[in-house]
């Protein structure tokens, strides 16, 4: 078989997150100064890819997923010049640089919906989604129609200047972009890709990339939620019926001109649906993040709702993010966090037992995994969930504050108020996206050594034990295992990266095996097994062979051919 190598399918990707990476000021706000003072960390960590989350100019309701001006750079996190500089300074080192687009909504400071707001026969009027009240049988006006925001309460919001209400799929100040409208279209090809490519980025991260095409008829979404008024618009607006065309279309228009790539987040859909976003040939995108790892557990409409997984769930998940290409030429991608996760350790490892065994055995698992590999900050060093004992004012997130609120509005007098609270700040601490942005814990020093001052968001507690500079110093730390890790999966990349995955013994609840291989090889296979679980068990190969052991994250000396301890993890070369 011979493969498609191709430099994006083999890069690792180091995602940042800006207001929480490192502080150059002494403001409290994470900066580009600041990722630009650590490039030769990054660059050692043995990653090839940056893929920066927002920096561009917004009013931060939703951390810089609402846009004002593509062209420009959020004051708080530096300058074009200091991007510039990033970029080069990317370059310079052999890395390159990934940023994100959002391009479903833009903030509602952004000129464009000011002037869109602005009158009924505005030119930009179409550019937004602009629809008349409905009239319920009082008289009491009501949104259009019943489709659910992401950030709770109705997805559409009232504008008193025209009388209508906009579409706003997330936040108040996020309303969602008419992707119907040719003009539109070619505003934010100009405005957001041709200005950034331009100056050498090498490619985005396009943000909700299968939401650009609402079913037109904006009817209601079936009643998934009795409890609620509102309800998840599915597949009213997800994998909507022009989706592909659009896709096509901007690939066509732009981003075939350079040499670069493209990960959408698409979140869920089918196998087929997935294949057609992916596959080589219908030049859409390179890759796609889908939700079925990072959610297993919760209700796919709503995180909060959450039922708890079993190992089993776990393997099908990691099998539909990376099986769905076998035997096509399309593409898929390992991540297991990002910055609207909580941290892999926590929710899939043991973060206090076992904090520094899970994590090498998750960087095991992820390094792997077929397709591009992404990582997120602080992942290298196990940066955990922030503590239960935090109270909800410590949360940040629009998510969670407006999650949090509209529950209190709904069950504030209920007399069994506090359990049912106490239950849902367990979920929140579990699952919320705020675990992933609080500060990176560089050194024991006072606010973690990522700022001088007091951080926008507070350090997590356990900064003084779980830090970048203790953990170089450590040749057995997660940081050093997860440099290491890579290396390896470059080594072997023909069965990690581009092998196909077989899952063994599918019903063992304790342990997940699998082999890694080409189809039709001779070559020798990759045989991955790990205990994830807080207890042992025997050890006994699935497969006949000759067995090599080529990394395992317990020491040589501890290691018990027959038994495999608490989250330990192997991988053989088999021949
Ligand atoms: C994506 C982003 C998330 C953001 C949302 C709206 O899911 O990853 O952080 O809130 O889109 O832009
Ligand atoms: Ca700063």
Redesign the pocket.
């Known amino acids: 078989m011979t493969i498609d190598y191709t430099w994006w399918k083999d890069a690792s990707i180091y995602q940042i997150w800006p207001a929480s990476y490192k502080d150059s000021n002494g403001d409290g706000i994470g900066d580009i100064p600041g990722i630009i003072s650590e490039l030769d960390y990054i660059k050692d960590l043995g990653v090839d890819i940056i893929w920066l989350?927002p920096m561009y100019k917004s009013p931060m309701e939703?951390?810089g997923?609402?846009i004002s001006d593509y062209e420009d750079i959020n004051p708080d996190f530096g300058t074009l010049q200091d991007m510039q500089d990033l970029i080069d300074g990317c370059h310079t080192r052999g890395l390159k640089i990934i940023c994100?687009l959002?391009v479903?909504?833009t903030s509602s400071e952004h000129e464009w919906f000011k002037e869109s707001r602005s009158s009924l026969d505005n030119p930009k009027r179409d550019w937004y989604i602009w629809k008349k009240p409905k009239y319920d049988a009082e008289g009491n006006r009501q949104p259009p129609n019943n489709w659910m925001s992401?950030?709770s309460g109705s997805a559409w919001e009232y504008d008193e200047t025209t009388g209508e209400y906009y579409l706003r799929?997330?936040?108040k100040g996020?309303p969602d972009l008419n992707w119907e409208n040719e003009t539109c279209r070619k505003a934010i090809y100009d405005s957001a890709l041709k200005f950034w490519l331009d100056r050498g980025v090498d490619g985005f991260r396009i943000?909700?990339a299968g939401l650009y095409s609402k079913d037109q008829s904006f009817a209601d979404a079936p009643i998934v939620f009795k409890d609620s008024i509102y309800q998840p618009s599915g597949h009213l607006t997800a994998n909507g019926p022009r989706i592909h065309e659009f896709h096509q279309e901007m690939n066509k228009e732009v981003v075939s001109k350079y040499d670069v790539m493209t990960v959408g987040?698409i979140?869920h859909c089918s196998k087929e649906e997935t294949l057609k976003y992916v596959g080589a040939t219908r030049n859409e995108l390179n890759m796609l993040f889908i939700f079925d790892v990072v959610e297993v557990g919760c209700d796919e409409s709503d995180r909060f709702r959450y039922n708890g997984w079993k190992l089993t769930d776990f393997k099908k998940a990691i099998q539909s993010q990376s099986e769905f290409t076998k035997g096509t030429d399309a593409w898929s991608t390992v991540f297991i966090e990002?910055?609207?996760q909580p941290r892999s350790v926590t929710r899939f490892g043991n973060d206090k037992k076992y904090h520094n065994k899970s994590g090498k055995l998750l960087a095991m698992l992820e390094t792997s995994l077929t397709g591009t590999l992404f990582i997120y900050q602080g992942q290298e060093i196990g940066m955990t969930n922030v503590p239960r004992s935090w109270s909800i004012e410590e949360y940040k997130d629009?998510?969670t504050v407006n999650y949090y609120n509209d529950f209190k509005a709904k069950y504030g007098n209920d007399p069994d108020f506090k359990e049912k609270e106490e239950k849902l700040l367990d979920v929140i601490n579990l699952m919320a996206?705020d675990n992933a942005r609080s500060p990176v814990q560089w050194s024991a020093a006072k606010y973690s050594g990522f700022s001088t001052a007091e951080p926008w968001m507070r350090v997590n507690d356990n900064y003084t034990e779980i830090n970048v500079e203790s953990q170089l110093k450590d040749p057995n730390s997660l940081l050093k295992f997860y440099q290491k890790m890579l290396k390896i999966r470059k080594q072997y990349k023909d069965l990690f990266i581009y092998g196909g995955l077989n899952i063994l013994d599918y019903d063992n609840e304790q342990l997940f095996t699998y082999t890694k291989e080409l189809p039709n090889s001779k070559s020798p296979k990759a045989y991955v097994v790990l205990n994830m679980s807080n207890e042992s068990t025997k050890f006994t190969p699935l497969i006949d062979g000759d067995f090599k052991l080529i990394v395992s994250n317990v020491n040589n000396d501890e290691l018990d051919e027959a038994v495999l301890t608490p989250y330990e993890g192997r991988i053989y070369l088999v021949n």
């Open positions: 989350s939703d951390m997923y609402d994100d959002v479903n909504h992401y950030f799929l997330f936040a996020q943000d909700v987040e979140c990002n910055h609207d629009i998510n996206r």
